[in-house]
């Protein structure tokens, strides 16, 4: 099996007491039913507590509610007295494992981190990720028939991602048409040709969508996303000052932080599509999230956390875009957001 991961997964490291954005505030903490378990022996006072502390949500999982918004076990030093008092491995499976995440695809499985949290934001944006393979001893499950072609065609949107001399507002434009022709080999039953088609691809010429068209677009795209399950406060505020401001927002970021947030974004979903097809909508919400983060009127670091916050850790929210992409917008209009 095969275990892919970007060049900066070894790096993390929790910032614990000294970060300004605690993933352990706001979030209610969904305990494992094997550190449920275990929390039934603790003895003592802390025991007691996490029994205490301990419900099921409304889909009869365990969970820590949270008190006074954050999670009953973060000391105000910022640091977990469950982590403190009895080890990380005594902490449940989403604490010891946050902000990771894990993609199965048969014989290959991907981990990466999730920009929800500002030092995986800082890591993000500091290099250029490459992505790096190893050989690994975990389960094989069966290989999805997609896997390969697409593989070989997120290698291509790569490579046009960090094509060098081109500006990224191009750069997306192609990755959308890229996608959209892999979209209809798929469609037609066609994905025996996809490794050759990537191979073979060059740039066509981008259609421009003129300034009315995007002045149009702008107020559906900060629509569709406050209309979305909201998760901060802050992101509501900023989606809202957007919307008053009434201007058509200008991608105003440096472009390299625009072409790593979208290298972060295809690394990370473009391969779900091996389970749906539908590898259009996981272009085009790299191109949405990229163009979203670098357009708002808020520090670039600070629009992708909550963008990720927002949208990566609520599968609902990921489904509505989805939907969105199929029922609402068409390329025209995702090409017209840079
Ligand atoms: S948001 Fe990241 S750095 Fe901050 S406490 Fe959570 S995992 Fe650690």
Same mark, same amino acid.
């Given at each position: ?43 003592? *006072? !802390? ?33 977990? *007295? ?14 010891? +494992? ?12 991907? *981990? #990466? ?29 069966? +290989? ?13 949107? !790569? ?27 798929? %469609? *037609? ?20 969508? %003129? ?21 901060? #406060? %802050? ?9 008053? #401001? ?49 357009? !708002? ?17 609520? %599968? ?18 995702? !090409?017209?957001?840079?």
């Amino acid at each position: 099996m095969i275990r892919c991961v970007p060049d900066y997964y070894n790096d993390f490291r929790c910032l614990a007491e000294r970060c300004p954005h605690s993933c352990c505030i706001g979030w209610e903490v969904m305990v494992d039913d094997d550190t449920a378990a275990f929390y039934q022996s603790v003895p003592g *006072e !802390l025991g007691q507590r996490l029994r205490q502390a301990l419900q099921r949500d409304e889909d009869g999982a365990y969970c820590f509610p949270l008190q006074g918004g954050r999670c009953p076990f973060l000391e105000r030093s910022g640091l977990c *007295e469950v982590y403190r008092r009895l080890g990380e491995a005594r902490t449940s499976f989403i604490c010891r +494992t946050h902000p990771r995440f894990f993609d199965d695809y048969g014989s290959r499985r991907e *981990e #990466s981190l999730c920009a929800s949290c500002p030092e995986v934001v800082r890591l993000v944006l500091s290099r250029d990720a490459q992505f790096t393979e190893s050989d690994w001893e975990g389960p094989s499950g069966q +290989t999805p028939s997609l896997l390969n072609p697409l593989l070989r065609c997120r290698d291509r949107a !790569l490579a046009i991602l960090r094509r060098e001399g081109t500006p990224l507002r191009e750069k997306l434009g192609e990755l959308l048409l890229f996608a959209n022709e892999v979209q209809s080999r798929i %469609d *037609e039953g066609e994905e025996a040709s996809l490794p050759q088609f990537a191979e073979e691809w060059t740039a066509p010429d981008l259609p421009i969508p %003129d300034e009315r068209h995007r002045a149009e677009v702008w107020p559906h795209v900060l629509e569709l996303l406050q209309s979305l399950e909201c998760l901060g #406060s %802050d992101w509501s505020s900023l989606l809202q000052t957007g919307r008053n #401001s009434g201007g058509v927002p200008l991608y105003h970021a440096p472009e390299l932080w625009g072409q790593r947030t979208a290298v972060y974004f295809l690394f990370r979903y473009w391969l779900h599509s091996v389970w749906d097809g539908d590898v259009l909508s996981r272009a085009e919400l790299c191109v949405l999230a990229t163009a979203v983060t670098g357009s !708002l009127s808020a520090p670039y670091p600070d629009c992708l956390r909550m963008f990720c916050r927002e949208i990566e850790h609520c %599968d609902e929210n990921l489904e509505a875009l989805q939907e969105a992409f199929c029922h609402r917008f068409r390329l025209i209009d995702l !090409l017209g957001l840079m």
